[in-house]
């Protein structure tokens, strides 16, 4: 494994690591060149059994040996001082690789192949949306919906939140938007708005024939889903809440549903 030590941070060799934290950069940067990072060995483990194509990989100088078979892509080495200084940040994992990023399945091609799927409208938090894969991972879920103005799933922050499972979910974006829900309905789901008002059907309360292909439906913390979301829904769904709580965070709301969901299949072996 040929090692090439970096000690300027500016070098270019190391672009595609450049300004890390630095969102809007990054978010101009990175799908136009078809590229996302990975960050922390068990993340890029993940990324590299789910067949993406590293182009490179930037690691702690002392922590090279870690990484072992690289195949064909060039491994550069640096101190902390020259990561941190190159990133924008201390890369306390001492592991970055960039990765390409592969075309996206259609949203026919997800929902062809799936018993339950969320869809997600304007979810533009990172680290909320790294969540939401986390979850739907964990619970059952077989592919996520984007609408267009969702953040982007490979986004670092989102990779390390979700643990490195948005390589394990397929996901699309549902386009247009809201009438690509009409698209979800006619594939033979029930789509089911979560939303915390009064008329809403508590969701352990929904009948066998609503639970059994659901296309659960939430919205960014905060506003939560747009009037012409809920209205192109089927059914408005609730977490009932105590103690005067209205509403949960969109990833705690998420997993909740996602587990209420699928409580009823074969346990995990």
Not at 1 to 19: F, H, K, N, Q, S
Not at 167 to 177: E, I, K, Q, S
Not at 227 to 241: E, F, G, K, N, Y
């Amino acid at each position: 494994m040929p090692v090439e030590l970096i000690t300027d941070p500016d070098d270019e060799r190391i672009g595609d690591y450049r300004a890390l934290t630095d969102v809007e950069l990054r978010t101009r940067w990175e799908p136009p060149h078809g590229l996302f990072i990975a960050e922390g060995e068990l993340v890029l483990r993940r990324a590299l059994r789910a067949g993406y194509r590293p182009r490179s990989y930037l690691v702690d100088a002392k922590r090279v040996e870690q990484l072992g078979d690289t195949g064909d892509a060039p491994v550069y080495a640096a101190s902390q001082d020259v990561l941190e200084r190159a990133t924008g940040f201390h890369v306390h994992r001492g592991m970055l690789a960039s990765f390409h990023r592969r075309e996206l399945p259609t949203a026919a091609e997800v929902l062809a192949t799936a018993r339950r799927v969320a869809v997600l409208e304007d979810v533009n938090n990172h680290t909320n949306l790294g969540a939401v894969f986390r979850g739907a991972a964990a619970l059952g879920i077989d592919g996520v919906l984007l609408s267009p103005s969702c953040a982007d799933p490979l986004y670092r922050r989102s990779v390390r939140v979700s643990m490195g499972e948005v390589f394990a979910v397929p996901y699309a974006t549902l386009t247009p938007w809201p009438d690509g829900l009409e698209q979800v309905r006619a594939a033979g789901f029930t789509v089911l708005a979560m939303t915390p008002a009064a008329d809403a059907v508590p969701i352990q309360r929904l009948t066998a024939e609503q639970r059994a292909r659901a296309a659960l439906l939430l919205g960014a913390e905060g506003p939560g889903l747009s009037r012409q979301a809920l209205a192109a829904s089927d059914v408005r769904v609730s977490i009932p809440m105590r103690r005067g709580v209205d509403s949960l965070n969109v990833a705690a709301a998420a997993a909740v549903a996602f587990w209420e969901l699928g409580r009823d299949d074969p346990l995990p072996t």
